[in-house]
């Protein structure tokens, strides 16, 4: 299969020859040969290379979350943080660029915020009337499941701007062209797609190779888990920052392992196993002090839900430990006010209904209206068979 990138190159950048660019990319965006975007247009003379922008990670894929990162220079080339001072670039920066190129990797989940980061710049391209070219990629986890609630307008922030559902089964053009169509942006998006992709393809089906988007987001195993289990930062429970599997562990010092698996296997979460352990985080929650916990595995990835899985760890952890159990105040990703899980999830119903100690399975049920529209909604934008 080519990538977007691959098809850029093939075609010398006829594209974009003679223009003044500007990039938007981190070294994890690569060709198929592993050649990092932003050395390719470094390196290409038919184009003049103004400015790159990276996102949250930085540049170099390295950062913490929710570290901010600094603005840089290299001879006459601008490099502009989006994730620190500012989240989208200046009008100033981008009126002296022809167009702006997006090549990110993003791992198919409304709370990574490297589709939020190419939202912003194209919001901001929009106003000036300048182009944007995306350089398509493989949803990892694949183009074709959709789950979880379809974020509500109020509950808008970094890891959710417009309302998609968590899992929303589509690439980042696709995505970019729905929400610059149906909120009204109108920006001039060209998508250059990917060729021999198919929808229903996990990332290690593509021939690909896994370059590590940010630090915990190490493999695919990860990205699997991370639409439920990314909804721990919302609470106390570490969701596996500081060791070698995050988001894959879960714990806390106050947790029992055996209680905790041996409840969790009883509600027969669909398409997932855990395994007791403990563990020690290098840095983040609980730094230094033993955890006890669970590993989570996926063991069928044709009825696995990882929302639901999320959600039903959150509530069965709250019932076993009532008194250690809390939700995560803010800030959280530049939001001051809400609740860290309600940004995340989308709404405060759910965690309300955690709260009442509703059923995960009766809480699900409750937002699939939402999510069967977006479905409909989204086929409309669906670039691949």
């Known amino acids: 299969m080519r990538l977007g990138i691959d098809k850029l190159v093939a075609n010398h950048f006829k594209l974009l020859s003679g223009n003044n660019v500007g990039l938007c990319t981190n070294f994890s965006a690569c060709d198929s040969q592993l050649r990092p975007t932003a050395t390719l247009f470094a390196q290409q003379k038919k184009i003049r290379l103004k400015a790159i922008f990276f996102p949250e990670h930085g540049l170099y894929s390295a950062l913490q979350d929710q570290k901010k990162a600094k603005d840089g220079r290299n001879k006459n080339l601008s490099i502009k943080s989006l994730y620190g001072k500012r989240l989208s670039p200046d009008l100033k920066s981008i009126e002296r660029l022809d167009a702006v190129v997006i090549d990110l990797f993003d791992i198919g989940t409304r709370y990574y915020t490297f589709l939020w980061t190419a939202i912003l710049i194209i919001e901001q391209m929009a106003k000036l009337q300048k182009r944007i070219i995306i350089l398509d990629r493989p949803n990892p986890i694949n183009g074709v499941v959709v789950q979880g609630p379809v974020l509500e307008p109020k509950y808008s922030s970094f890891v959710g701007l417009y309302p998609i559902p968590v899992r929303h089964g589509m690439t980042i053009g696709e995505l970019c062209n729905l929400i610059n169509i149906e909120y009204r942006i109108y920006a001039d998006i060209k998508v250059i797609g990917m060729d021999g992709w ?188």
């Open 198 to 385: 198919r929808r229903e393809w996990h990332y290690h089906q593509t021939g690909l190779h896994w370059t590590v988007p940010s630090p915990n987001m190490s493999s695919l195993e990860t990205a699997l888990v991370y639409p439920g289990m990314c909804l721990l930062e919302g609470t106390n429970i570490s969701e596996g920052r500081g060791t070698t599997r995050p988001f894959e562990i879960f714990g806390a010092p106050w947790i029992e392992p055996h209680n905790l698996v041996t409840a969790l296997q009883r509600e027969k979460i669909p398409g997932v196993d855990f395994r007791p352990t403990y563990f020690i985080p290098t840095f983040h929650k609980y730094k230094d002090r033993l955890c006890g916990g669970a590993q989570v595995y996926i063991n069928d990835l044709g009825v696995s839900d990882p929302v639901y899985a999320g959600l039903s760890i959150i509530k069965m952890t709250k019932e076993l430990y009532p008194k250690a159990f809390r939700w995560r105040q803010p800030p959280y990703e530049f939001e001051m006010r809400k609740l860290p899980f309600d940004i995340l999830i989308g709404n405060s119903w759910i965690r309300k209904g955690i709260e009442k100690n509703e059923p995960i399975s009766a809480i699900k049920m409750k937002w699939q209206k939402d999510l069967d529209k977006f479905k409909k909604l989204r086929k409309k934008y669906l670039l691949y068979e």
